[in-house]
T-cell receptor, first 113, second 116 residues
């Protein structure tokens, strides 16, 4: 079974721009979570989507948003990029509920210049 | 307060020896899950092992075992017979009660280097 895929793998943007990252979960998985990883703050939870609804949200500004489609694929969007948004963005999928293991994708490395 | 604490920023181990990576956690929720993930330099997070708060026995997955001491709130990862490919960053993570959905809280990580 194919794993979690994320596109693009690398992205370079400039301040003020916006960016959209995509995540395709493992087939049959309905929950998708997003995490931001930086050297300074470590791994931080952004949000989780389940059945096209945001089920949980981390402590990030409103510039960070996401959505999930009926096929469970998810996108996250960051508007008005700041230098501090440079990070590895990881997507994870799990089967259904909160007792299932999350499996991560390879991540999208975003650089903001 | 830190929910997950990994006190070892870096560890060295000789190939074929066992190594223990420490993790302590803090929660007042009786229902929680503890995870260990491995992150090689490529960046992908690889799931290693899971321990539920109500599990009576320590979890094991091949060369990985989890030394779960509930009263001390510790969940140390033991890697037996270390291999060069085990060199990576290791993260301990916790998922609290059902109402938090699939939110994982991660520790700062431990870099493990396996020497030949």
């Amino acid at each position: 079974k194919a794993g979690v895929t994320q596109t693009p793998r690398y992205l370079i943007k400039t301040r003020g721009q916006q960016v959209t990252l995509s995540c395709s979960p493992i087939s049959g998985h309905r929950s998708v979570s997003w995490y931001q990883q930086t050297p300074g703050q470590g791994l931080q939870f952004l949000f989780e989507y389940f059945s096209e609804t945001q089920r949980n949200k981390g402590n990030f500004p409103g510039r960070f948003s996401g959505r999930q489609f009926s096929n469970s694929r998810s996108e996250m969007n960051v508007s008005t990029l700041e230098l501090g948004d440079s990070a590895l963005y990881l997507c994870a999928s799990s089967l259904r509920d909160a007792t299932d293991t999350q499996y991560f994708g390879p991540g999208t490395r975003l650089t903001v210049l | 307060a830190q929910k997950i604490t990994q006190t070892q920023p870096g560890m060295f181990v000789q190939e074929k020896e066992a190594v223990t990576l420490d993790c302590t956690y803090d929660t007042s929720d009786p229902s929680y899950g503890l995870f260990w993930y491995k992150q090689p330099s490529s960046g992908e997070m690889i799931f290693l092992i899971y321990q539920g708060s109500y599990d009576q026995q320590n979890a094991t997955e091949g060369r990985y075992s989890l030394n779960f001491q509930k009263a001390r709130k510790s969940a140390n990862l033991v890697i037996s017979a270390s291999q060069l490919g085990d060199s990576a960053m290791y993260f301990c993570a916790m998922r609290e009660g059902m109402e938090y959905g699939n939110k994982l809280v991660f520790g700062a990580g431990t870099i493990l280097r396996v020497k030949s």
